[in-house]
């Protein structure tokens, strides 16, 4: 049996699940969406083994993120990165997808720590996957601490000289420079993993934070008539289980002890790079890429 583990409040402010509405109901191992599931995993997630039968979306009224009230439970997490996923694509296909917007947003960090020999240099890759970006900064001259969940990606990134593990260790702190993309969908608890992060980052530390851009997702759930939710880059039972207006993330790192940085920003003419880059990075990807500065 897959396991769920339910959620008794927001993920990102704290609020009760009371405090929240609820957007969908749906069957998650009968109907359209297991028939979906198992075709958008190539067959290789059993949905009949799954231990729970419903997705149930809610809003919360406090930050208004949106969220699974249910997602898998830690050993499912890693049945889902390690078995149903870890398969799923080339390594020099996926480097080559993801050379334009990873070369762009180190040349970004070079500019905005002052390059590798700065006092900012240690620099955090969280959620770092295959260590596509990870390698492309170290071949900068970045010293860089990849964190990962999944083991098969930890030995892959091991593979190329990578310095990945699935955790914190007590030397893992000072950091400058924090890029974490496509990630905070993905985690149960993505304030208690910030705040750690924040702890271990310098004041001033700047993190670069892109997530699928789910505003709208509301007006949209709340529009159907009939549910027809899919695994989609917003939302989904197993891999996306929160979806993050620009309003929530801003909620999410201002409890995390970041802010958002400002145009105003004078410090390594932040604010210049800041609004030049956003532009760049949007054509790049359809998650957006948003500056925080440690506070
Ligand atoms: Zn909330």
């Given at each position: 049996?897959i396991g769920f583990?339910e959620?008794?409040f927001c993920?990102?402010?704290?609020a009760g699940?009371?405090r929240?509405n609820?957007l969908?109901c749906?069957?998650?191992?009968?109907?359209?969406?297991?028939?979906h599931?198992?075709?958008?995993?190539?067959?290789?997630?059993n949905?009949?083994?799954?231990?729970?039968?419903?997705?149930?979306?809610?809003?919360?009224?406090?930050?208004?993120?949106?969220?699974?009230?249910?997602?898998l439970?830690?050993?499912?997490m890693?049945?889902l990165?390690d078995?149903?996923?870890?398969?799923e694509s080339d390594?020099d296909?996926?480097t080559?997808r993801a050379?334009?917007?990873?070369?762009?947003s180190?040349?970004?960090?070079?500019a905005?720590?002052?390059?590798?020999n700065?006092?900012?240099t240690?620099?955090?890759?969280?959620?770092?996957?295959r260590?596509?970006?990870?390698?492309?900064?170290i071949a900068?001259?970045?010293?860089?601490?990849a964190?990962?969940l999944?083991?098969?990606?930890i030995?892959e990134?091991?593979?190329?000289?990578?310095?990945?593990?699935?955790?914190?260790?007590?030397?893992d702190k000072?950091?400058?420079?924090v890029y974490?993309s496509q990630?905070?969908?993905?985690?149960?608890?993505?304030l208690?993993?910030l705040?750690?992060?924040g702890a271990?980052?310098?004041k001033?530390?700047?993190a670069l934070v892109?997530?699928?851009n789910?505003?709208g997702?509301?007006?949209?759930?709340?529009?159907e008539t009939r549910?027809?939710?899919r695994?989609?880059?917003?939302l989904?039972?197993?891999?996306h289980?929160?979806?993050?207006s620009a309003?929530?993330m801003?909620e999410?790192?201002?409890h995390?002890?970041?802010?958002?940085?400002?145009?105003?920003?004078a410090?390594?003419?932040?604010?210049?790079i800041?609004?030049?880059?956003v532009?760049t990075?949007?054509?790049l990807?359809n998650?957006p890429?948003?500056?925080?500065?440690k506070?």
């Amino acid at each position: 049996m897959i396991g769920f583990t339910e959620r008794k409040f927001c993920p990102t402010c704290g609020a009760g699940v009371a405090r929240s509405n609820e957007l969908t109901c749906i069957a998650i191992t009968s109907g359209e969406l297991a028939r979906h599931t198992r075709e958008f995993y190539g067959g290789r997630m059993n949905v009949d083994e799954l231990g729970i039968d419903q997705l149930v979306v809610v809003e919360c009224q406090e930050c208004s993120l949106i969220y699974c009230r249910f997602h898998l439970d830690s050993s499912g997490m890693k049945y889902l990165y390690d078995e149903v996923i870890s398969s799923e694509s080339d390594y020099d296909q996926e480097t080559l997808r993801a050379r334009p917007l990873v070369r762009r947003s180190v040349g970004i960090m070079n500019a905005i720590v002052g390059g590798p020999n700065s006092a900012q240099t240690r620099v955090l890759d969280f959620g770092a996957g295959r260590g596509i970006w990870a390698r492309e900064a170290i071949a900068r001259g970045y010293h860089v601490t990849a964190i990962e969940l999944s083991s098969t990606r930890i030995d892959e990134m091991r593979n190329n000289g990578i310095l990945a593990k699935p955790d914190f260790t007590a030397d893992d702190k000072d950091f400058g420079f924090v890029y974490m993309s496509q990630v905070l969908e993905h985690l149960p608890e993505p304030l208690g993993v910030l705040k750690d992060i924040g702890a271990r980052c310098r004041k001033d530390a700047v993190a670069l934070v892109g997530v699928p851009n789910g505003g709208g997702m509301g007006m949209k759930l709340r529009a159907e008539t009939r549910p027809h939710i899919r695994l989609d880059p917003y939302l989904d039972p197993f891999e996306h289980i929160n979806c993050f207006s620009a309003k929530s993330m801003s909620e999410l790192m201002r409890h995390a002890g970041f802010r958002s940085a400002r145009p105003t920003d004078a410090r390594t003419l932040l604010g210049a790079i800041v609004i030049a880059s956003v532009a760049t990075l949007s054509k790049l990807t359809n998650a957006p890429g948003r500056f925080f500065v440690k506070t």
